[in-house]
């Protein structure tokens, strides 16, 4: 691994550690792909530093247990607002 993949590996997992947010949440805020941080979070990151691994590995394993949730809310909100901006019929 050269040096600027290492210090993005850690960089993103200190990152995702101290704000408690998703993976596609910090690919946003660092303008990466979504699949570039999975890959330096679960396969890099062990490698590197496993303490702040099993830090991220707690948080991304959350993530993973609640997205059934965050998915069915996102589409409760759509319809919701898709709803209210409906014209009435009369």
């Given at each position: ?46 490698i590197i530093d496993p303490a702040l691994y099993d ?36």
């Amino acid at each position: 691994m050269n040096e600027t993949t290492v210090k993005r590996a850690v960089t993103l997992g200190e990152y995702i550690a101290e704000n408690a947010c998703t993976v596609r949440a910090a690919a946003a805020k660092f303008g990466l792909g979504k699949s570039t941080v999975h890959k330096d979070i679960a396969e890099r990151l062990p490698i590197i530093d496993p303490a702040l691994y099993d830090k991220v590995r707690v948080l991304l394993d959350y993530n993973l247990s609640v997205r059934h949730l965050r998915g069915g809310e996102a589409t409760r909100k759509k319809y919701a607002q898709k709803k209210r901006s409906e014209p009435e019929e009369t």
